[in-house]
Antibody, heavy 119, light 110 residues
């Protein structure tokens, strides 16, 4: 079973940058699609990005394309989401999630990390 | 505005059967698998149904999923108080090259 733990959230000013991390334990992530999903306070789930084993397989939601970058370090069993040009509407709990299918399967979830964009 | 459309709320009494719909299009639901997630107050979401109608181990058989054309549905039979949660459908969208979620349905057990 895969356990995922996010870290690196916090308060950042509009226009600023922040990197959140997702470290896995219990299994190697190399055969999993790794996703970032966010949830604004009181709102629904929104998919942000995904990455497969190598960085040739990456997709982004239109709302973050050009501002967010997903990457992974298989040796550290860790996935990252580098967020830049942050806006108030990026304020959310960010979850990392893992699944073996290439579709919308999120079999394992982290506990989520809060990112607040505010001056 | 979510790409997949769900009713914002649903309700039922203990023991009843409740169905939650999820409407999409050819580029998402019709051409790809549908997944359902349950989010109880507080914790992260949990995978409830995968590949349209498959249950992960540990999910009671009271939960079932189906798909027809551009629509999918989640059925919960023998409703229990602990089923009170938010439910989300999700699918890959070929046109957007990304995952799309429904807006979520808040289920209340009366």
């Amino acid at each position: 079973e895969v356990q995922l733990v996010e870290s690196g959230g916090g308060l950042v000013q509009p226009g600023g940058s922040l990197r959140v991390s997702c470290k896995a334990s219990g299994s190697s992530l190399t055969s999993y699609w790794m996703h970032w999903v966010r949830q604004a306070p009181g709102k629904g789930l929104v998919w942000v990005s995904r990455i497969y084993t190598n960085e040739n397989n990456i997709n982004y939601a239109d709302s973050v394309k050009g501002r967010f970058t997903v990457s992974r370090d298989n040796a550290k069993n860790t996935v990252y989401l580098q967020m830049s040009s942050l806006r108030a509407e990026d304020t959310a709990v960010y979850y990392c999630a893992a699944g073996k299918d290439s579709g919308a399967v999120f079999a394992y979830w982290g506990q989520g990390i809060l990112v607040t964009v505010s001056s | 505005q979510s790409v997949l459309t769900q009713p914002p709320s649903a309700s039922g009494t203990p023991g009843q059967r409740v169905t939650i719909s999820c409407s999409g299009s050819t580029s998402n639901i019709e051409n790809n698998f549908v997944y359902w997630y349950q989010q109880l107050p507080g914790p992260a979401p949990k995978l409830l149904i995968y590949r349209n109608n498959q249950r992960p181990s540990g999910v009671p058989d009271r939960f079932s999923g189906s798909k027809s054309g551009t629509s999918a549905s989640l059925a919960i039979s023998g409703l229990r108080s602990e089923d009170e949660a938010d439910y989300y459908c999700a699918a890959w969208d070929d046109s957007l090259s990304g995952v799309v979620f429904g807006g979520g349905t808040k289920l209340t057990v009366l």
